[in-house]
């Protein structure tokens, strides 16, 4: 299910979101209160909606579809006296630097808005029934523990669902999950809030028996389950409510439809913040368009004659896929450079070492490097019947496309341990690719083994993302496999590599890769 755009401008989209988020919070949450409450007072019910309002904020100033990298204390309190003293930098090493002290002053913000979220929600649930100061100790303690999980599991980066469902769909399936995490959350943050408040000095404490102290726990583990329920269900349905599709098109039928309907795409791709959630709604919204027949319509108008839309659509997509190429190119010679001494990779763990840590970073766009790779191979391979003006080949897209997509997937494919180089002639044959020295002109990349990377965050990204680039590159040869294969080499190096230097490897491997997907033997 879509939402459609077409009459609300793309900066209002996200604001939009967010106020419907805060409405079916309010309707969600009411009925918990009401349900611990039968004669509920207003001051209490506001408390409660007033807390939820301030831990809706802090997740949603917090959260990103994008990974953002955090900076350790050292390189915090370096860059706030960096800031004091010189004020800053224009480098990039100061900027990712200033970024990366953001993120963890917004960690912290939003360590403190828990804490202050959850003692105002207990107190106005459970105070009632013990000692106010109490029953704030108590909210507190159960708000640190969320904040602290919610930033250790990284639950602010937007996931996007495979498939996409209703609202109501979607809300549904996460009211199991969030009220199993939400028992895990509150028991453990009511058995420390116990252990607080036994040690508390006497003069905190409110006068009551060893009866009433118990039942005074009860009511604070009830009123804990409750608010923590709260929190996970506002979470999950800020989760839903951002990560649902977002059509960036005009009504079907209107002027702008029949005129420019890919502008408003274009748009939210070129003029958007990058990494941006509203970028990655457009990139979404490009890759159901192009592989799904949902609306045909619009996929018909980016081939239109003059061919600038069809080129600006694979510049934007291609632009991801060559930044990660790039950054792993840069990461490899790192680990290179890092494992040339060898008392230095005996003393220092491979994944304390600069390279790797570029490599980590470079997969932090896994997802809009899906959508992009996914994306120009929809559109190559529909180009075939699809494409009336012959714009995928005229503006040299097509080679641009296939030359992207094998470069990526040879520096992935490094990322898991192998390494390409190019086979003699007279020692072509089944496996016409030889794994074995680097492909970046390099003669030796290091790379660790992949028995070190194995179950690792960056072999698991490295290894799906393969699995995608693979995918795309076979549904283009499916679909040109007729014209591929009725050509000399020298005609498909031309037709479908890029002349000069590629990003990765060298024009020779490029096509002797092309040719391992053309014999269905690329693995």
Not at 105 to 118: H, Y
Not at 140 to 162: E, K, N, Q, S, T
Not at 481 to 510: F, S
Request: proline fraction near 5%.
């Amino acid at each position: 299910m879509s939402s459609s755009s077409s009459s609300i401008p793309p900066s209002e989209i996200i604001k939009n979101r967010y106020l419907g988020f805060l409405i079916w919070q309010s309707l969600a949450t009411a009925p918990i209160h009401l349900l611990l409450s039968p004669s509920p007072r207003l001051l209490s019910f506001l408390l409660l909606h007033l807390s939820l309002l301030l831990l809706s904020l802090s997740l949603f100033l917090l959260s990103s579809p994008h990974p953002h990298p955090s900076a350790p204390p050292p390189l915090l309190l370096s860059s706030l006296l960096k800031s004091l003293i010189a004020g800053g930098g224009s480098s990039p090493s100061s900027a990712d630097a200033r970024h990366r002290s953001r993120r963890t002053l917004a960690s912290a913000a939003f360590l403190l808005a828990s804490a202050m979220s959850g003692s105002l929600a207990v107190a106005a649930v459970a105070g009632r029934r013990g000692g106010v100061l109490e029953a704030g100790a108590a909210g507190a303690v159960l708000g640190l523990g969320f904040g602290a999980d919610y930033l250790y599991r990284r639950r602010w980066v937007f996931g996007f669902p495979i498939i996409q469902r209703t609202l109501y769909y979607s809300f549904k399936m996460g009211l199991s999950s969030s009220a199993k995490q939400a028992l895990k959350l509150s028991t453990v943050s009511f058995f420390s809030s116990t252990v607080l408040m036994i040690f508390l000095p006497d003069q905190f404490k409110s006068k009551t028996t060893r009866v009433q102290f118990i039942i005074q726990l009860i009511y604070f583990y009830v009123g804990m389950s409750a608010v923590s329920f709260c929190w996970e269900l506002s979470h999950h349905l800020l989760q839903v409510m951002h990560t649902k599709r977002c059509s960036f098109a005009p009504p079907q039928g209107s002027a702008a439809a029949e005129t420019n309907p890919s502008e408003p795409l274009l748009e939210a791709l070129e003029q958007s913040s990058p990494r941006s959630l509203l970028q990655y709604l457009a990139y979404l919204d490009l890759c159901m368009v192009s592989e799904s027949n949902v609306e045909p319509w619009r996929r018909a108008a980016f081939f239109e004659e003059t061919g600038e839309t069809y080129r600006r659509i694979i510049s934007v997509c291609l632009r991801p896929l060559e930044q990660l190429t790039s950054r792993l190119a840069e990461g490899l010679e790192g680990i290179s450079k890092d494992k040339s001494d060898m008392l230095s990779q005996q003393l220092i763990s491979p994944t304390d070492s600069y390279g790797d840590s570029r490599l980590h970073e470079a997969f932090n766009d896994l997802q809009v490097c899906t959508w992009s790779a996914r994306t120009v191979a929809a559109l190559t391979a529909r180009s075939r019947w699809e494409d009336r003006y012959g714009v995928a080949q005229l503006t040299s897209c097509n080679s641009t496309v296939v030359s992207t997509l094998l470069c990526t997937l040879m520096a992935v494919e490094v990322c898991l341990g192998k390494k390409t180089s190019p086979q003699p002639a007279q020692f072509m044959g089944p496996a016409n690719i030889r794994w074995a020295t680097g492909s970046t002109g390099r003669r030796d990349i290091q790379t660790a083994t992949p028995s070190k990377k194995r179950g690792s965050a960056l072999y698991g990204n490295a290894y799906a993302l393969a699995d995608v680039l693979r995918t795309s590159i076979y549904e283009i040869v499916s679909a040109f496999q007729a014209d591929m294969q009725g050509n000399a080499k020298a005609l498909l190096e031309k037709n479908w590599i890029v002349d000069g230097k590629p990003l990765y490897g060298t024009r020779e491997i490029l096509v002797q890769k092309l040719s391992l997907f053309l014999d269905f033997r690329a693995n």
